[in-house]
Protein backbone atom coordinates (compact mmCIF):
# COMPACT_ATOMS: atom_id res chain seq x y z
CA UNK A 1 0.00 0.00 0.00
CA UNK A 2 2.96 2.59 0.60
CA UNK A 3 4.59 1.81 -2.33
CA UNK A 4 1.78 2.54 -4.49
CA UNK A 5 0.53 5.79 -2.43
CA UNK A 6 4.74 6.37 -3.20
CA UNK A 7 3.59 5.57 -6.61
CA UNK A 8 0.97 7.49 -6.98
CA UNK A 9 2.68 11.00 -5.54
CA UNK A 10 5.90 10.39 -8.16
CA UNK A 11 3.23 10.75 -11.19
CA UNK A 12 1.21 13.98 -9.50
CA UNK A 13 5.33 15.68 -8.93
CA UNK A 14 5.50 14.82 -12.21
CA UNK A 15 2.07 15.83 -13.70
CA UNK A 16 2.65 19.05 -12.01
CA UNK A 17 5.91 19.85 -13.31
CA UNK A 18 4.43 19.54 -16.83
CA UNK A 19 1.70 21.87 -15.79
CA UNK A 20 3.92 24.34 -14.80
CA UNK A 21 6.20 24.22 -17.51
CA UNK A 22 2.69 24.53 -19.68
CA UNK A 23 2.12 28.03 -17.92
CA UNK A 24 6.07 29.16 -18.34
CA UNK A 25 6.25 32.61 -20.61
CA UNK A 26 8.84 33.14 -23.40
CA UNK A 27 11.78 34.76 -21.87
CA UNK A 28 13.39 36.17 -25.32
CA UNK A 29 12.33 37.82 -28.62
CA UNK A 30 12.57 36.07 -31.94
CA UNK A 31 15.06 36.28 -35.22
CA UNK A 32 13.32 36.21 -38.96
CA UNK A 33 14.19 36.71 -42.69
CA UNK A 34 14.96 35.25 -45.77
CA UNK A 35 18.11 35.04 -47.88
CA UNK A 36 18.03 36.78 -51.51
CA UNK A 37 20.31 37.03 -54.36
CA UNK A 38 21.37 40.48 -55.86
CA UNK A 39 17.71 39.91 -57.73
CA UNK A 40 15.40 39.57 -54.71
CA UNK A 41 15.03 36.21 -55.74
CA UNK A 42 14.78 33.51 -52.36
CA UNK A 43 17.89 31.46 -52.09
CA UNK A 44 16.88 27.94 -50.55
CA UNK A 45 19.25 25.11 -48.68
CA UNK A 46 21.30 28.46 -46.95
CA UNK A 47 22.63 27.56 -43.90
CA UNK A 48 22.42 30.50 -41.44
CA UNK A 49 23.91 30.51 -38.33
CA UNK A 50 22.81 32.58 -35.31
CA UNK A 51 25.53 33.71 -32.45
CA UNK A 52 25.32 35.67 -29.56
CA UNK A 53 27.74 38.08 -28.89
CA UNK A 54 28.06 37.97 -25.51
CA UNK A 55 28.04 34.28 -24.72
CA UNK A 56 29.40 32.78 -27.67
CA UNK A 57 26.32 30.27 -28.09
CA UNK A 58 25.72 29.74 -31.36
CA UNK A 59 22.28 28.44 -32.76
CA UNK A 60 21.85 27.06 -36.72
CA UNK A 61 19.45 25.97 -38.57
CA UNK A 62 19.02 25.59 -43.03
CA UNK A 63 16.34 27.60 -44.82
CA UNK A 64 13.46 26.41 -46.84
CA UNK A 65 12.76 26.53 -50.56
CA UNK A 66 11.36 30.09 -50.19
CA UNK A 67 14.66 31.11 -48.42
CA UNK A 68 12.91 31.75 -44.99
CA UNK A 69 14.55 30.90 -41.59
CA UNK A 70 13.48 31.64 -38.51
CA UNK A 71 14.99 31.47 -34.76
CA UNK A 72 12.46 31.35 -31.92
CA UNK A 73 12.38 32.35 -28.13
CA UNK A 74 16.01 33.41 -28.53
CA UNK A 75 17.61 35.60 -25.34
CA UNK A 76 17.83 38.60 -25.47
CA UNK A 77 20.94 40.72 -26.56
CA UNK A 78 23.15 41.28 -29.46
CA UNK A 79 23.47 38.56 -32.20
CA UNK A 80 25.28 38.07 -35.76
CA UNK A 81 23.79 35.99 -38.14
CA UNK A 82 25.81 34.34 -41.08
CA UNK A 83 24.82 33.01 -44.03
CA UNK A 84 26.71 30.37 -46.07
CA UNK A 85 25.88 28.75 -49.54
CA UNK A 86 27.59 27.15 -52.22
CA UNK A 87 28.02 30.16 -54.99
CA UNK A 88 27.62 32.75 -52.61
CA UNK A 89 29.83 35.02 -50.77
CA UNK A 90 29.97 34.27 -47.00
CA UNK A 91 27.53 36.98 -45.48
CA UNK A 92 27.01 38.28 -41.91
CA UNK A 93 24.88 40.79 -40.27
CA UNK A 94 24.45 42.19 -37.20
CA UNK A 95 20.74 42.40 -34.99
CA UNK A 96 19.55 43.11 -31.88
CA UNK A 97 17.26 40.65 -29.76
CA UNK A 98 14.69 42.26 -27.81
CA UNK A 99 12.05 40.82 -25.43
CA UNK A 100 8.69 39.58 -26.83
CA UNK A 101 9.61 41.10 -30.25
CA UNK A 102 10.67 39.88 -33.98
CA UNK A 103 13.96 40.78 -35.00
CA UNK A 104 13.47 40.27 -39.00
CA UNK A 105 16.88 40.04 -40.95
CA UNK A 106 16.32 39.89 -44.49
CA UNK A 107 20.44 38.99 -46.08
CA UNK A 108 21.29 39.50 -49.63
CA UNK A 109 23.77 37.24 -50.85
CA UNK A 110 26.33 38.29 -53.30
CA UNK A 111 28.02 35.78 -56.25
CA UNK A 112 31.28 34.18 -55.13
CA UNK A 113 34.36 34.75 -57.35
CA UNK A 114 35.72 37.27 -55.43
CA UNK A 115 37.02 36.36 -51.95
CA UNK A 116 35.81 38.37 -48.77
CA UNK A 117 32.97 38.58 -45.88
CA UNK A 118 30.61 40.86 -46.76
CA UNK A 119 29.18 42.24 -43.28
CA UNK A 120 26.23 44.43 -42.92
CA UNK A 121 25.50 45.82 -39.78
CA UNK A 122 21.46 46.83 -38.75
CA UNK A 123 19.93 49.72 -37.69
CA UNK A 124 18.27 50.68 -34.39
CA UNK A 125 14.88 49.45 -33.26
CA UNK A 126 12.60 49.05 -35.20
CA UNK A 127 9.59 51.81 -34.40
CA UNK A 128 6.79 49.59 -36.20
CA UNK A 129 6.62 45.87 -35.55
CA UNK A 130 5.20 44.90 -38.70
CA UNK A 131 5.10 40.80 -38.35
CA UNK A 132 3.01 40.86 -35.24
CA UNK A 133 -0.05 43.00 -34.36
CA UNK A 134 1.23 42.76 -30.45
CA UNK A 135 1.68 46.61 -28.87
CA UNK A 136 3.78 47.26 -25.96
CA UNK A 137 6.92 48.97 -25.17
CA UNK A 138 10.57 47.88 -24.08
CA UNK A 139 13.16 48.97 -21.07
CA UNK A 140 16.51 48.06 -21.89
CA UNK A 141 19.10 47.38 -19.23
CA UNK A 142 20.01 50.97 -19.32
CA UNK A 143 17.07 52.60 -18.64
CA UNK A 144 15.96 50.18 -16.34
CA UNK A 145 18.73 51.21 -14.25
CA UNK A 146 18.88 54.96 -14.48
CA UNK A 147 14.96 55.77 -13.99
CA UNK A 148 13.74 56.00 -10.62
CA UNK A 149 11.55 53.24 -10.45
CA UNK A 150 12.99 51.97 -6.73
CA UNK A 151 12.91 48.66 -7.62
CA UNK A 152 9.63 48.39 -8.71
CA UNK A 153 8.70 47.16 -12.51
CA UNK A 154 5.44 48.73 -12.37
CA UNK A 155 6.48 52.92 -12.95
CA UNK A 156 7.54 51.74 -15.85
CA UNK A 157 4.05 51.11 -17.19
CA UNK A 158 3.29 54.67 -16.50
CA UNK A 159 5.79 55.73 -19.49
CA UNK A 160 3.90 53.18 -21.92
CA UNK A 161 1.16 54.67 -24.08
CA UNK A 162 -2.59 53.12 -22.89
CA UNK A 163 -1.60 53.26 -19.31
CA UNK A 164 -3.27 55.31 -16.87
CA UNK A 165 -2.25 55.58 -12.51
CA UNK A 166 -4.66 54.34 -10.73
CA UNK A 167 -6.46 55.80 -7.54
CA UNK A 168 -5.92 55.17 -4.11
CA UNK A 169 -7.74 51.54 -2.90
CA UNK A 170 -8.41 50.63 -5.74
CA UNK A 171 -7.37 46.37 -5.94
CA UNK A 172 -4.55 45.23 -7.82
CA UNK A 173 -1.12 46.57 -9.09
CA UNK A 174 0.17 48.26 -13.01
CA UNK A 175 -2.37 50.92 -13.09
CA UNK A 176 -5.19 50.79 -15.41
CA UNK A 177 -4.04 49.45 -19.10
CA UNK A 178 -6.11 49.69 -22.13
CA UNK A 179 -9.08 50.79 -19.90
CA UNK A 180 -9.01 47.39 -18.02
CA UNK A 181 -8.68 47.20 -14.16
CA UNK A 182 -5.36 46.98 -12.54
CA UNK A 183 -6.48 43.17 -10.92
CA UNK A 184 -6.32 42.04 -14.35
CA UNK A 185 -2.75 42.88 -14.87
CA UNK A 186 -0.26 39.41 -14.97
CA UNK A 187 3.53 39.68 -13.83
CA UNK A 188 5.92 37.47 -15.09
CA UNK A 189 9.79 36.99 -14.56
CA UNK A 190 12.15 34.81 -16.45
CA UNK A 191 8.93 33.01 -17.95
CA UNK A 192 7.89 32.12 -14.67
CA UNK A 193 4.59 33.54 -12.82
CA UNK A 194 5.05 36.22 -10.60
CA UNK A 195 1.78 36.61 -9.49
CA UNK A 196 0.57 37.32 -5.41
CA UNK A 197 -1.75 34.42 -4.68
CA UNK A 198 -3.86 35.78 -2.08
CA UNK A 199 -3.77 39.91 -3.83
CA UNK A 200 -3.96 40.23 -7.53
CA UNK A 201 -0.22 41.97 -8.40
CA UNK A 202 3.15 40.89 -8.11
CA UNK A 203 4.28 38.74 -5.22
CA UNK A 204 7.92 39.59 -5.49
CA UNK A 205 10.47 42.75 -6.66
CA UNK A 206 13.31 41.86 -8.55
CA UNK A 207 16.74 43.66 -7.22
CA UNK A 208 16.95 46.79 -9.95
CA UNK A 209 20.98 46.18 -10.79
CA UNK A 210 19.64 42.63 -11.52
CA UNK A 211 17.05 43.31 -14.21
CA UNK A 212 18.54 42.90 -18.07
CA UNK A 213 15.07 43.79 -19.95
CA UNK A 214 11.24 45.40 -19.06
CA UNK A 215 8.39 44.35 -22.06
CA UNK A 216 5.07 45.66 -20.96
CA UNK A 217 2.10 44.78 -23.76
CA UNK A 218 -0.58 46.58 -23.64
CA UNK A 219 -2.67 45.33 -26.57
CA UNK A 220 -2.98 41.98 -28.75
CA UNK A 221 -0.79 40.15 -26.93
CA UNK A 222 -0.25 35.88 -28.30
CA UNK A 223 -2.02 33.70 -26.66
CA UNK A 224 0.95 32.46 -24.55
CA UNK A 225 -0.05 35.25 -22.56
CA UNK A 226 -2.87 34.53 -21.21
CA UNK A 227 -3.31 34.51 -17.74
CA UNK A 228 -4.39 38.56 -17.05
CA UNK A 229 -6.93 40.35 -19.58
CA UNK A 230 -5.18 43.55 -18.63
CA UNK A 231 -1.41 44.09 -19.24
CA UNK A 232 1.35 41.73 -19.39
CA UNK A 233 5.10 42.88 -17.43
CA UNK A 234 7.75 40.89 -18.05
CA UNK A 235 11.11 40.81 -16.47
CA UNK A 236 13.84 39.25 -17.63
CA UNK A 237 16.83 38.93 -15.39
CA UNK A 238 20.81 39.28 -16.18
CA UNK A 239 22.82 36.31 -16.98
CA UNK A 240 26.36 35.22 -16.81
CA UNK A 241 28.95 36.08 -20.18
CA UNK A 242 32.33 35.32 -21.46
CA UNK A 243 33.64 38.43 -19.45
CA UNK A 244 33.69 39.28 -15.86
CA UNK A 245 31.05 41.65 -15.29
CA UNK A 246 29.63 43.42 -12.08
CA UNK A 247 28.34 46.44 -10.13
CA UNK A 248 28.28 48.09 -6.77
CA UNK A 249 25.12 50.73 -5.96
CA UNK A 250 24.09 52.24 -2.81
CA UNK A 251 20.79 54.75 -2.28
CA UNK A 252 20.28 56.94 0.08
CA UNK A 253 16.96 59.16 0.98
CA UNK A 254 15.91 60.91 4.53
CA UNK A 255 14.58 64.00 5.51
CA UNK A 256 17.21 66.20 5.21
CA UNK A 257 18.04 65.58 1.87
CA UNK A 258 14.02 65.18 0.79
CA UNK A 259 11.91 68.64 -0.13
CA UNK A 260 9.05 69.81 2.52
CA UNK A 261 5.58 68.45 1.62
CA UNK A 262 2.62 71.32 1.22
CA UNK A 263 1.17 69.27 4.31
CA UNK A 264 4.44 69.29 6.51
CA UNK A 265 5.09 73.25 5.74
CA UNK A 266 1.79 73.86 6.90
CA UNK A 267 2.34 72.23 9.97
CA UNK A 268 5.06 73.48 10.70
CA UNK A 269 4.21 77.25 10.56
CA UNK A 270 1.43 76.24 12.78
CA UNK A 271 3.31 75.09 15.34
CA UNK A 272 1.68 71.57 15.09
CA UNK A 273 5.07 69.58 14.70
CA UNK A 274 8.34 70.76 14.88
CA UNK A 275 10.27 69.43 12.23
CA UNK A 276 9.86 67.22 9.63
CA UNK A 277 9.01 63.51 10.23
CA UNK A 278 12.45 61.51 10.42
CA UNK A 279 12.73 58.92 7.25
CA UNK A 280 15.95 57.04 6.27
CA UNK A 281 15.90 54.75 3.91
CA UNK A 282 18.53 53.15 2.38
CA UNK A 283 19.89 50.53 0.20
CA UNK A 284 23.15 49.24 -1.09
CA UNK A 285 24.37 46.19 -2.93
CA UNK A 286 26.37 44.79 -5.97
CA UNK A 287 25.82 42.26 -8.94
CA UNK A 288 28.58 40.04 -10.56
CA UNK A 289 28.39 37.56 -13.82
CA UNK A 290 30.87 35.41 -15.53
CA UNK A 291 31.83 32.59 -17.25
CA UNK A 292 32.75 29.00 -15.54
CA UNK A 293 33.34 27.31 -18.97
CA UNK A 294 33.88 29.48 -22.05
CA UNK A 295 30.75 29.36 -23.95
CA UNK A 296 28.98 26.82 -22.20
CA UNK A 297 28.62 27.74 -18.45
CA UNK A 298 28.21 31.10 -16.92
CA UNK A 299 26.82 32.47 -13.65
CA UNK A 300 25.21 35.85 -12.13
CA UNK A 301 24.18 36.61 -8.93
CA UNK A 302 22.79 39.82 -7.01
CA UNK A 303 22.89 40.86 -3.37
CA UNK A 304 20.51 43.58 -1.84
CA UNK A 305 20.69 44.78 1.36
CA UNK A 306 17.58 47.17 2.65
CA UNK A 307 17.06 48.39 5.95
CA UNK A 308 14.61 51.29 6.60
CA UNK A 309 14.06 52.82 9.45
CA UNK A 310 11.24 55.67 9.87
CA UNK A 311 9.46 57.73 12.58
CA UNK A 312 6.72 59.70 12.42
CA UNK A 313 4.51 61.10 14.89
CA UNK A 314 6.21 60.00 17.73
CA UNK A 315 5.81 56.23 16.60
CA UNK A 316 9.25 54.50 15.19
CA UNK A 317 10.13 51.18 13.46
CA UNK A 318 12.53 49.51 11.39
CA UNK A 319 11.73 47.68 8.76
CA UNK A 320 13.12 43.85 8.21
CA UNK A 321 15.97 43.59 5.89
CA UNK A 322 15.78 42.01 3.01
CA UNK A 323 18.24 40.40 0.26
CA UNK A 324 18.11 38.66 -3.09
CA UNK A 325 19.78 36.42 -5.15
CA UNK A 326 19.19 35.62 -8.85
Do not use: C, W
Not at 166 to 175: E, Y
Not at 301 to 319: D, L, N
Amino acid sequence: MQKQMGLVIAVLAVLIAFANDGFAQATGGSVIGQTLDQNGAAVPNVTVTLKNEATGQTLTTQTTSNGAFSFPNTLGGEYTVTATSSGFQETTEKVKVLLNQESTVNVVLKPAGVSGVVEVTSGGETLVQTETSQLGRNFETRQVQDLPIFNDVRALALLSPNVVAQGAGVAGDGGYVGGTRPHANAFNVDGVDNNSPDLTGKQVNIIQDSISEVAILTNNFNAEFGTGAAGQFNTVTKSGTNSFHGSAFGYLQNRHLNATTTSEEFNLQSGVITEKPALTDRRYGGTLGGPILQNRLFFFGAYQREPISQQASGVSYTAPTTGGLT
